[in-house]
C-alpha cells in the first residue's frame, strides 16, 4: 500500500516585549530560577492580569504580514489543566475568538512554490520550567518563563513531508524575525515547533489519528522526528496495529519518538472566558499605523529580486532567509550592477565562508560593498573567477581593499593580447601530441591545452581570450 503524509505545525513564538504579557516582570534570557517572577505570575491569591500592548501590536504585525483576518473583538479563555510549572492550575490563552484567523505562507521546496493556508495565530502566556537534571530524585521549578508573552501560530494540515514542513518552518522563523516580532532564538525556546503528523492510504480523504510531537528547538530536528514517526506509523499499521492519538517526544540521542501521554482534544481543558480581562478591541487608526510601519516583507522582496536582478525563484528564497542577509545581497548587487553573479558568491563562497567559521552575515569581514567591488572587477575583465577568489580570501583576512589586494599580490589578470599570445605560442609548440590528437578530433586535448596555458601564466590569462587564440591558432 502506498502511504500518504498529512503534516500540520504549531509554532509558540515567544514575543519580543521586555515585560510579560499580564505582568511587569522582565523576560530577559538567563536570570537565576525564580528571580523574574511576580506575584501575578505565580498566582497568589487577589493579583489580577493587565494585558500588554506591546504583546498586541506583535500579534496585529503577524497577521498583517501573512495577510490574516484581525478579529476586532477578540477574547482570552482559561485552558485549565494541572501541571507543577503551571502556578494558576490554568493557562490564559483564546479559543473561540483569537486575533488572527486565516493567512497563508509561501514556501520553496525543491524549487518549486507551495502555498500553506494558516488557521489561526493567537496570544496565550508560557509556562514555567521544570528542572530534572540537577536534582536527585527531585524536580525543580523554575517559573521565571511563567507569564511570557506567546503568539501559537498553527497551520492547515497541508504539508506532506518533512521537507515541506522544515520549509514552512524556516519561512515562519525568517517572518516573525523579520518583521521584528520575535529574536528567533531556538536554543532559548523563543521559536518552538509542534508537529502534528498522521498517516493514510494515497487517495483517502479522510485523515488518520495524529500524534503530536512536542517542542522540537532546531530545524534538523523537526526533521528527523517526523521522518521517523511517518516510518513508524506506517510500520504500525502495515503489522496490523493502529494508532492512537498522543503526544510524543523526540530523542535526538536514539532518533526515536516516544509516548508521552494520551493526547487530550480542547473539552478536556474546560475552556471558558476568563473573567479577569476584558475583550480586546482592535481600531482601524492603530491597525493602520502598524500596517504603515512593516517593512517590505520577504515574499514582496523575493518577487522584486526575481524581476530586479534576474535570480530564480530559489535563489530569490536563499537570499531572504533573513533581513540581514537581503540586505546584504542587494548592497553588493547595486555595487556591481551584477545582481545573478552577485547571488552566485553570496550563495557560494561567501556563505561556505561563514560556514566554515561559524559566523553570522551580520560578522561578515568581507562587507557587501567590498564584494561587489571584486564582482565587478571580474566583470570589467581585472580579475578571472580564480584570481577573484584569491583576492576574496584577502579580503576575508582584512589584508586592505579589493584593488591594493590585486595590486600588492600581483593578481591583475593578463589581458594583453601580445603577451598572452607568446606564452599561446610556447604552449603550442611544447605541446605537439595534444594538438595532433585535437586535429584528430578530441576535445579533451583542447582541454589540456588551455591548462597548459593557464599554467604557464601562473592563472592570470583572460580563460575567454585564451579559448579564441588556441581555437584560431588550431585551425
Known amino acids: 500500500?502506498?502511504?500518504?503524509?498529512?503534516?500540520?505545525?504549531?509554532?509558540?513564538?515567544?514575543?519580543?516585549?521586555?515585560?510579560?504579557?499580564?505582568?511587569?516582570?522582565?523576560?530577559?534570557?538567563?536570570?537565576?530560577?525564580?528571580?523574574?517572577?511576580?506575584?501575578?505570575?505565580?498566582?497568589?491569591?487577589?493579583?489580577?492580569?493587565?494585558?500588554?500592548?506591546?504583546?498586541?501590536?506583535?500579534?496585529?504585525?503577524?497577521?498583517?504580514?501573512?495577510?490574516?483576518?484581525?478579529?476586532?473583538i477578540n477574547v482570552f479563555d482559561r485552558k485549565n489543566y494541572f501541571?507543577?510549572?503551571?502556578?494558576?492550575?490554568?493557562?490564559?490563552?483564546?479559543?473561540?475568538?483569537?486575533?488572527?484567523?486565516?493567512?497563508?505562507?509561501?514556501?520553496?521546496?525543491?524549487?518549486?512554490?507551495?502555498?500553506?493556508?494558516?488557521?489561526?495565530?493567537?496570544?496565550?502566556?508560557?509556562?514555567?520550567k521544570s528542572l530534572h537534571e540537577d536534582f536527585h530524585g527531585m524536580t525543580g521549578i523554575d517559573l521565571?518563563?511563567?507569564?511570557?508573552?506567546?503568539?501559537?501560530?498553527?497551520?492547515?494540515?497541508?504539508?506532506?513531508?518533512?521537507?515541506?514542513?522544515?520549509?514552512?518552518a524556516r519561512a515562519l522563523h525568517t517572518l516573525v524575525t523579520?518583521?521584528?516580532?520575535?529574536?528567533?532564538?531556538?536554543?532559548?525556546?523563543?521559536?518552538?515547533?509542534?508537529?502534528?503528523?498522521?498517516?493514510?492510504?494515497v487517495g483517502q480523504k479522510e485523515f488518520g489519528t495524529r500524534r503530536e510531537i512536542k517542542n522540537l528547538n532546531s530545524f534538523k530536528f523537526l526533521q528527523q522526528a517526523i521522518d521517523y514517526e511517518v516510518r513508524w506509523q506506517i510500520e504500525t499499521l502495515e503489522d496490523g496495529g493502529?494508532?492512537?492519538?498522543?503526544?510524543?517526544?523526540?530523542?535526538?540521542?536514539?532518533?526515536?519518538?516516544?509516548?508521552?501521554?494520551?493526547?487530550?482534544?480542547?473539552?478536556?481543558?474546560?475552556?471558558?472566558?476568563d473573567p479577569d480581562l476584558l475583550p480586546v478591541k482592535l481600531?482601524?487608526?492603530?491597525?493602520?499605523?502598524?500596517?504603515?510601519?512593516?517593512?517590505?516583507?520577504?515574499?514582496a522582496m523575493q518577487a522584486r529580486f526575481q524581476n530586479d536582478y534576474g535570480v530564480s525563484v530559489y535563489d530569490?528564497?536563499?537570499?531572504?532567509?533573513?533581513?540581514?542577509?537581503?540586505?546584504?545581497?542587494?548592497?553588493?548587487?547595486?555595487?556591481?550592477?551584477?545582481?545573478?553573479?552577485a547571488a552566485n558568491w553570496v550563495m557560494g563562497e561567501l556563505s561556505a565562508a561563514l560556514n566554515k567559521a561559524e559566523l553570522d552575515i551580520a560578522q561578515s569581514p568581507v562587507s557587501a560593498t567590498q564584494l561587489g567591488t571584486l564582482i565587478a572587477r571580474i566583470q570589467d575583465g581585472t580579475l578571472s573567477g580564480k584570481l577573484a577568489k584569491q583576492v576574496f580570501e584577502g579580503l576575508w583576512e582584512g589584508a586592505g581593499e579589493v584593488d591594493a589586494i590585486i595590486e600588492a599580490r600581483g593578481l591583475k589578470q593578463m589581458s594583453d593580447s601580445g603577451e598572452l599570445e607568446k606564452i599561446v605560442d610556447e604552449v603550442l609548440a611544447a605541446n605537439p601530441k595534444s594538438v595532433e590528437e585535437f586535429r584528430a578530433g578530441k576535445e579533451k586535448a583542447f582541454n589540456a591545452?588551455?591548462?597548459?596555458?593557464?599554467?604557464?601564466?601562473?592563472?592570470?590569462?583572460?580563460?575567454?581570450?585564451v579559448n579564441e587564440l588556441l581555437k584560431s591558432k588550431l585551425q
Open 449 to 465: 591545452l588551455v591548462g597548459q596555458v593557464m599554467k604557464a601564466s601562473r592563472g592570470k590569462a583572460n580563460p575567454a581570450q
Open 1 to 72: 500500500m502506498k502511504w500518504e503524509t498529512v503534516i500540520g505545525l504549531e509554532v509558540h513564538t515567544q514575543l519580543a516585549t521586555k515585560s510579560k504579557i499580564f505582568s511587569g516582570s522582565s523576560t530577559a534570557f538567563g536570570a537565576a530560577p525564580n528571580t523574574q517572577a511576580s506575584a501575578v505570575d505565580i498566582a497568589l491569591p487577589g493579583v489580577l492580569p493587565v494585558l500588554n500592548k506591546g504583546a498586541v501590536e506583535c500579534a496585529i504585525k503577524f497577521g498583517l504580514a501573512i495577510g490574516a483576518n484581525l478579529n476586532r
Open 83 to 128: 501541571y507543577p510549572d503551571l502556578p494558576k492550575g490554568y493557562q490564559i490563552s483564546q479559543l473561540a475568538k483569537p486575533i488572527v484567523e486565516g493567512g497563508a505562507l509561501k514556501i520553496v521546496v525543491d524549487g518549486a512554490e507551495k502555498t500553506v493556508n494558516l488557521t489561526r495565530a493567537h496570544m496565550e502566556e508560557d509556562a514555567g
Open 316 to 341: 530569490a528564497a536563499v537570499l531572504t532567509g533573513s533581513r540581514a542577509l537581503a540586505d546584504y545581497f542587494e548592497a553588493a548587487a547595486q555595487a556591481c550592477g551584477q545582481g545573478k553573479l
Open 144 to 168: 521565571n518563563r511563567a507569564g511570557t508573552p506567546l503568539l501559537e501560530i498553527v497551520s492547515e494540515p497541508e504539508m506532506r513531508s518533512s521537507a515541506e514542513a522544515v520549509a514552512y
Open 242 to 273: 493502529r494508532i492512537e492519538q498522543a503526544t510524543v517526544l523526540f530523542d535526538p540521542d536514539t532518533g526515536e519518538t516516544r509516548m508521552m501521554r494520551s493526547k487530550e482534544d480542547a473539552h478536556d481543558y474546560r475552556y471558558f472566558p
Open 283 to 299: 481600531d482601524e487608526p492603530w491597525i493602520e499605523a502598524v500596517r504603515a510601519a512593516l517593512p517590505e516583507l520577504p515574499a
Open 178 to 201: 523579520w518583521i521584528g516580532i520575535c529574536d528567533g532564538n531556538m536554543q532559548e525556546g523563543s521559536f518552538r515547533v509542534d508537529a502534528n503528523v498522521s498517516v493514510r492510504p
